[in-house]
């Protein structure tokens, strides 16, 4: 099956702690995304990858990190800096043909304990 | 002004009934628009996208574009209870430092027996 899968779908942090969210896709596609979800909000873009070894901050980008070392996987971590993480995050990929439909994993639930 | 903008709801529909989702964006320059269904605490998933002005129909749900009027709405024909969710529109933009999906706040869908 096709799909994107982000795992832990929860996940606790303690103060001081950064956390990795995992991101995976066997789409082939070449771009992948972090986004925010607040109780009641939209989303917000963290960070986006269109290539491998490359990526470019969100709107959201301060407190967070990631990397693109193989074109399925776009790990996020969430730094100590965050002060504020509890959220649902989502991951999605895109080709980057016309349109670039993004299409979302499960997410993953972080809260601070 | 909100770059995507879209009536929180609750919009509450009879069952059978039609319902009506409007979705307002400020950059003239959007290329693609999407639709997204997100049930509660769960990911987004594509309901349809359109590009074109005019009409775009897949199954009970109709997507209509007015770019001069810089307006997207999606109509739910013959609404069903598992139709209740928040439906999220999505604009991407066309930029020089790489397009951009934004997300409005989602309008939030009732549908009662």
């Known amino acids: 099956d096709g799909g994107i899968t982000q795992s832990p779908k929860y996940l606790f942090r303690k103060e001081g702690q950064n956390v990795t969210l995992s991101c995976e896709q066997n789409?082939?596609?070449?771009?992948m995304y972090w986004y925010r979800q607040d109780p009641g909000q939209g989303l917000r873009l963290i960070y986006y990858?269109?290539?491998?070894?490359?990526?470019q901050k969100g709107d959201i980008a301060e407190g967070y990190s990631v990397s693109r070392e193989k074109k399925e996987s776009f790990p996020l971590t969430v730094t100590s800096a965050q002060k504020n993480p509890t959220a649902f995050y989502l991951c999605?990929?895109?080709?980057?043909?016309?349109?670039?439909?993004?299409?979302f994993g499960p997410g993953t639930r972080l809260l601070v304990l | 002004q909100k770059e995507v903008e879209q009536n929180s709801g609750p919009l509450s529909v009879p069952e059978g009934a039609i319902a009506s989702l409007n979705c307002t964006y400020s950059?003239?320059?959007?290329?693609?628009f999407f639709w997204y269904r997100q049930y509660s605490g769960k990911s987004p998933e594509l309901i349809m996208f359109i590009y074109s002005n005019g009409d775009k129909e897949d199954g009970r749900f109709t997507a209509q574009l007015n770019k001069a009027s810089q307006y997207v709405s999606l109509l739910i024909r013959d609404s069903q209870p598992s139709d209740s969710a928040t439906y999220l529109c999505?604009?991407?933009?066309?930029?020089?430092?790489?397009?951009?999906?934004?997300f409005g706040g989602g309008t939030r869908v009732l549908v009662k027996p």
């Open positions: 950059d003239r320059g959007s290329q693609s």
């Open positions: 990858s269109q290539i491998v070894n490359d990526f």
């Open positions: 999605a990929s895109s080709t980057l043909d016309r349109g670039e439909t993004q299409y």
């Open positions: 789409l082939n596609h070449d771009a």
């Open positions: 999505a604009v991407l933009g066309i930029k020089a430092a790489g397009n951009k999906l934004t």
